[in-house]
T-cell receptor, first 112, second 118 residues
Framework: EAAVTQSPRNKVTVTGGNVTLSCRQT?????MYWYRQDTGHGLRLIHY?????NLQIGDVPDGYKATRTTQEDFFLLLELASPSQTSLYFC???WGGGNTLYFGAGTRLSVL | GDSVTQTEGQVTVSESKSLIINCTYS????????LFWYVRYPGEGLQLLLK?????QKGSSRGFEATYNKETTSFHLQKASVQESDSAVYYC???????????????FGKGTLLTVTP
């Protein structure tokens, strides 16, 4: 069965803090994604990647960096966290091409 | 651009009653849409509920059904008799299975919280 694991599950930081969210998939999928989920907005795409070393900008990239170190690992970096980045973050993987996404359990981030 | 509009906010249904969550989509770039319903149970990630890639076809899973209607650009989710265990957030999503510019991602609706009461 497809597996996407996110860590940490919960994170609290202060304004201006440095945060890294981690995601690992064991599906051998090419595509990996970072979404944020906010009430009233649904899921919005932050960044995505179609392979190790590749990075593409999503729909709401401001304030976020990402890095895909291997086929399995995709990281989301908030170098100067702001309260507006308080959200529920989901990582997902897929074969791409508008296909089924497999999601992790989410990371709830609070920026105080 | 692409967008998905679904029943907003929260829907409360009594156990054993029927359910419909509306979903309509709009796209200016996708010639061959894939349509999805995802569900998120409390404390978990989203998981695929059902998927339909051909207009006119119906998808079904766990008692839920949705028909891909290209004429009305709709993909409503229905269930004849809900259970308490169906309480969750439901998301409609649109994907591009062609080689168009947006085929790398899914576009999601805002989600509908279903609460089933005993």
């Amino acid at each position: 069965e497809a597996a996407v694991t996110q860590s940490p599950r919960n994170k609290v930081t202060v304004t201006g803090g440095n945060v890294t969210l981690s995601c690992r998939q064991t599906n051998s999928h090419n595509y990996m994604y970072w979404y944020r989920q906010d009430t009233g907005h649904g899921l919005r795409l932050i960044h995505y990647s179609y392979g190790a070393g590749n990075l593409q900008i999503g729909d709401v990239p401001d304030g976020y960096k990402a890095t895909r170190t291997t086929q399995e690992d995709f990281f989301l970096l908030l170098e100067l966290a702001s309260p507006s980045q308080t959200s529920l973050y989901f990582c997902a993987s897929s074969w791409g091409g508008g296909n089924t996404l497999y999601f992790g359990a989410g990371t709830r981030l609070s920026v105080l | 651009g692409d967008s998905v509009t679904q029943t907003e906010g929260q829907v409360t249904v009594s156990e054993s009653k029927s359910l419909i969550i509306n979903c309509t989509y709009s796209t200016t770039s996708i010639a061959y849409p894939n349509l999805f319903w995802y569900v998120r149970y409390p404390g978990e990630g989203l998981q695929l509920l059902l998927k339909v890639i051909t207009a006119g076809q119906k998808g079904s899973s766990r008692g839920f059904e949705a028909t891909y209607n290209k004429e009305t650009t709709s993909f409503h989710l229905q269930k004849a008799s809900v259970q308490e265990s169906d309480s969750a957030v439901y998301y409609c999503a649109l994907g591009d299975r062609g080689s168009g510019g947006s085929n790398y991602k899914l576009t999601f609706g805002k989600g509908t919280l279903l609460t089933v009461t005993p």
